[in-house]
């Protein structure tokens, strides 16, 4: 089969090769050339693209090359970057202009050299697709006019139903018809996903604001005086005068980075200070490193938020992945999510070939059913129950495959059962000494059957700060642990947005079933600081050990009594708690809580815990 037929080939690039000439003998014998070698000079403000595309022809025809830019700013608009169609999990797929399309490249590395590259409009800065070694460092990315919008709240009648925002300088916006429109370089949008209240004076999601989406109804808009809107809608938790309103969009479509198809991607020493998606997003890569990147807003920009959505995201990536030394703030979703992917048996033809289906709409396009793949398959509560491989596929459309395997599938193999594939998954996952802080949502995600190690980082997030789960029936995120080290560690009062544990180990798809899911989790040698008296919640867990870890009762946010034991165990066996020092816990207070029916969490429909108020 042909693999990945829907990604259709660049074009732009080589059209300009016969401007490659121009590079200066002894920069070519170097190996490095300047970007001001194709007449590109920084703090111009000039449009990059053009220059950059015949840089990018000279490195793809020159492997080994290093392509640096003298140090300054870049400016980028998507009117002549080269587009073409992208399929990017849990982002929105399309066609999309991008500065950098490195495809099919070998061995390249971009060097900025400290320089800010600025875009303009809706475009993805960087694309690596089909490549071999390609390293990205010393630059930051960012945007003239944000996705986003935020403004400070200057009224709340909840009486009426509404707040008044005054709207931060930076930020584009209209009102037409008694409806919010976000105003781009470019673009428009009129649809708002969520309102979501920060604390102004500490830059994180306010304690305990919930999240306000806004799909099915927009909020009913004017523009009570210039640069001050009111907004009449419903919130979950009533804003504060003086915190900041952050306005959502609805879209996920610019990315700063997206890596697929590659074997060896580094980014290092970047900071992406704003994206209109994720920060990183990889899918099928062989290898990813990110040594030193930071997501954040850029100082003194005004600005709370830094990327839309997660600020790195990992699917079926293989080999290493490594993230060292990194700093994920700001962003409004996860500091990292790695993971499989769930494929939906469709319909079952004979004992050897089925139909699968890509349920999500951003998983659309993604081929987790490569040939030769080793693949398992799980039934509704997730439990496996067989093992196979590929021997052939047939595409449909971006979202069925029809799949032949070389073993007779099991009998007891139903739709809506899924598939699993095992060959794209990592062989070693390292997180250690970043810093996952000031974001909503939750800090580190990871569900991959290899090794994973998280040390020596810090987490202060609104959510988890480490959940070990799979996606359940929404997200189809597949993937239980098998091998995962926690340890030195500082979890600092995690939660302040929602009443969970730190470290949170629970599958999704049921909230009955007691065969273990995930096993084999070391947790040790951690400094938890908990205003709730939440610290860990395991289920459907073989082998947990929470050893030597030091445990605080914190009073950095108001007390939040809680009717969980801070050690809280249901439906898992062999679970080890030794040596653990708990200081400034009432005497009285029952610190574990093992398989207890009396006080059992509550789950929803995907058996994922609900939370309290």
């Known amino acids: 089969m042909e693999r990945r037929t829907f990604i259709k ?5 080589l059209a300009v090769a016969t401007s490659v000439g121009t590079v200066s003998t002894a920069l070519a014998k170097d190996k490095l050339v300047s970007v001001a070698e194709f007449g590109l000079k920084p703090n111009s403000r000039d449009d990059s693209i053009p220059a950059l595309r015949k840089a990018l022809a000279y490195c793809k025809q020159n492997p080994g090359t290093t392509l640096i830019f003298p140090r300054g700013r870049y400016d980028f608009w998507y009117t002549l970057a080269d587009q073409d169609f992208y399929y990017l999990s849990n982002n929105d797929d399309g066609i999309k202009p991008v500065a950098f399309p490195l495809t099919g490249f070998k061995n390249v590395t971009v060097d900025g050299q400290g320089s800010r590259f600025v875009f303009h409009g ?7 697709r089909g490549s071999k070694g390609i390293t990205l460092k010393n630059f930051s990315i960012d945007w003239d006019v944000p996705f986003n919008c935020e403004g400070i709240i200057e009224a709340v009648n909840k009486k009426q139903s509404y707040v008044d925002v005054r709207i931060k300088k930076g930020y584009r916006y209209k009102v037409e018809n008694n409806r919010f429109i976000f105003v781009g370089e470019g673009f428009e949008n009129p649809v708002i996903k969520n309102l979501l209240e920060f604390d102004t004076k500490k830059e994180e999601q306010a304690f305990m604001a919930r999240d306000n989406f806004q799909r099915e109804i927009q909020p009913v808009t004017s523009e009570v005086k210039p640069g001050v809107i009111r907004m009449k809608t419903k919130f979950n938790t009533w804003p504060t005068v003086g915190n900041t309103l952050l306005i959502m969009q609805e879209k996920r479509e610019w990315p700063a980075f997206a890596i697929q198809d590659t074997d060896n991607t580094w980014i290092e020493d970047v900071t992406i200070h704003h ?16 040594e030193r990147l930071q997501v954040r807003p850029r100082e003194n920009s005004g600005r709370i938020v830094s990327t839309t959505v997660d600020a790195t995201h990992f699917v079926n990536c293989r080999g290493h992945i490594i993230l060292k030394d990194c700093l994920f703030q700001g962003q409004i ?4 999510n790695i993971h499989g992917m769930y494929g939906r048996v469709a319909k079952i033809h004979d004992r050897h070939t089925a139909t699968f289906e890509l349920v999500h709409y951003q998983q659309l396009g993604i081929d987790i059913f490569e040939a030769d793949s080793k693949v398992n398959f799980s039934d509704q509560a997730l439990n496996v129950f067989h093992n196979n491989e590929i021997a052939s596929t ?9 799949v032949t395997f070389k073993q007779p599938l099991a009998k007891a193999l139903k739709v809506d059962d899924v598939l699993d594939n095992l060959t794209w998954q990592p062989d070693y996952v390292m997180i250690s000494g970043s810093r996952f802080m000031r974001n909503r949502a939750r800090g ?7 090794k994973v190690i998280i040390e020596d980082n ?15 029936l929404k997200w189809y995120e597949s993937g239980p642990v098998t091998s995962v080290e926690i340890r030195n560690n500082v979890f600092d009062n995690c939660n302040y947005a929602k009443d969970a544990a730190p470290i949170d180990i629970v599958p999704g798809r049921s909230k009955t079933e007691t065969l273990p899911f995930h096993q084999n989790i070391n947790i040790h040698q951690n400094e938890f600081r908990v205003f709730n008296g939440r610290v860990l919640t395991a289920s459907r867990t073989h082998g947990v050990n929470f050893v030597n870890n030091t445990i605080i009762k914190s009073d950095a946010y108001p007390a939040k009594p809680s009717r969980f034991a801070p050690l809280q165990v249901d439906r898992s066996t062999q679970f080890v708690h030794t040596d653990n020092d708990f200081i400034g816990f009432p005497k009285d207070k029952k610190l574990v809580s093992i398989n ?18």
Not at 9 to 13: E, H, L
Not at 394 to 402: G, S
Request: glycine share 16%.
């Open 122 to 128: 809706g475009m993805v800065p960087a694309i690596v």
């Open 9 to 13: 080939s660049m074009s732009g690039v």
């Open 333 to 336: 979703d996860d500091g990292t």
């Open 458 to 472: 810090y987490f202060h997030t609104p959510g988890m700060g480490i959940k070990i789960g799979s996606g359940g």
């Open 444 to 450: 580190a995600l990871v569900s991959v059957p290899s």
């Open 596 to 613: 207890e029916d009396n006080n059992k969490r509550k789950t929803g429909k995907n058996g994922v815990e609900v939370e309290t108020s």
């Open 275 to 290: 994206s209109g998606a994720m920060g990183v997003i990889a899918q099928r890569a062989n290898g990813v490193k990110l």
């Open 394 to 402: 047939v595409r449909k459309d971006a979202k069925y495959w029809t």
